[in-house]
């Protein structure tokens, strides 16, 4: 069992619904020296792909892109879920369904901030049913970009969306993947993944 699935089974809580909250350490009070280690493991994951843009969609995955931005040294953009008169220009947009939220939201990317030379790794807390990932493939390939790697904190593998990204052939890598959670007693159970290099830690 690597750190972050010894977190999510300190202070992550089982609610109905296959509802998994973690938001003491990880989505609404952030941990940030774990948050460096989530990092330091994304980054040894990626090391071989040409990565020079992290991507990710406001707003839980913007804190834990920023850590791992500066373990890869770029720049970090988010797509916004609303239009602000602070975009200018043209923009990418895709339309995600929030798991979380049930509810349908459209995301917006200045098209100045994607370009074809971009190499891009993208980066969010949770993947559920995957809308919200192939809403932010979707904006990289109109962009002329490529998705190097996509990188979750928290995967539900008794959700559909894992399969459906790693069908479409994409590189993704999943911390901590949850195939089972009992709300009665609280017992989170993870699939078994190869052992972190915890040199790398």
């Known amino acids: 069992m690597n750190f972050l699935e010894e977190r999510i089974i300190k202070d992550g809580i089982v609610k109905e619904g296959n509802v998994l909250k973690v938001d003491s350490f990880l989505n609404h009070q952030m941990d940030i020296a774990l948050f460096d280690q989530i990092g330091k493991?994304?980054?040894?994951?990626?090391?071989?792909?040409?990565?020079n843009k992290i991507v990710t969609v406001e707003a839980s995955?913007?804190?834990?892109?920023?850590?791992?931005?500066?373990?890869f040294n770029v720049p970090v953009v988010f797509a916004k879920k609303s239009k602000s008169i602070n975009i200018e220009g043209e923009m990418y947009v895709a339309e995600v369904e929030s798991f979380t939220h049930k509810c349908k939201n459209q995301v917006?990317?200045?098209?100045?901030?994607?370009n074809p030379e971009d190499h891009v790794l993208i980066i969010?807390?949770?993947?559920?049913?995957?809308?919200?990932?192939?809403?932010?493939?979707?904006?990289?390939?109109?962009?002329?970009?490529?998705?190097?790697?996509?990188?979750i904190?928290?995967?539900?593998g008794f959700q559909s969306g894992g399969q459906?990204?790693?069908?479409?052939?994409?590189?993704?890598?999943?911390?901590?993947?949850?195939d089972a959670m009992?709300?009665?007693?609280?017992?989170?159970?993870?699939r078994e993944q190869?052992?972190?290099?915890?040199?790398?830690?």
């Not at 904190?153 to 539900?156: G, T």
């Not at 009992?182 to 993870?190: E, L, N």
């Not at 190869?194 to 830690?201: D, G, R, V």
Request: with cysteine; proline share 1%; charged share 25%.
């Open 164 to 178: 459906i990204i790693r069908n479409l052939g994409y590189h993704l890598e999943s911390l901590a993947i949850v």
């Open 194 to 201: 190869p052992e972190w290099n915890s040199e790398q830690l």
């Open 153 to 156: 904190v928290i995967e539900k």
């Open 61 to 71: 995955g913007i804190g834990i892109a920023c850590i791992v931005a500066r373990h």
């Open 124 to 151: 969010d807390d949770f993947l559920a049913n995957g809308c919200a990932l192939q809403g932010l493939i979707s904006i990289v390939n109109e962009a002329g970009a490529s998705v190097e790697g996509i990188g």
């Open 182 to 190: 009992d709300a009665s007693t609280g017992k989170v159970t993870f």
């Open 41 to 51: 493991e994304f980054k040894r994951r990626f090391a071989k792909e040409k990565i």
């Open 108 to 114: 917006i990317v200045s098209k100045k901030f994607l």
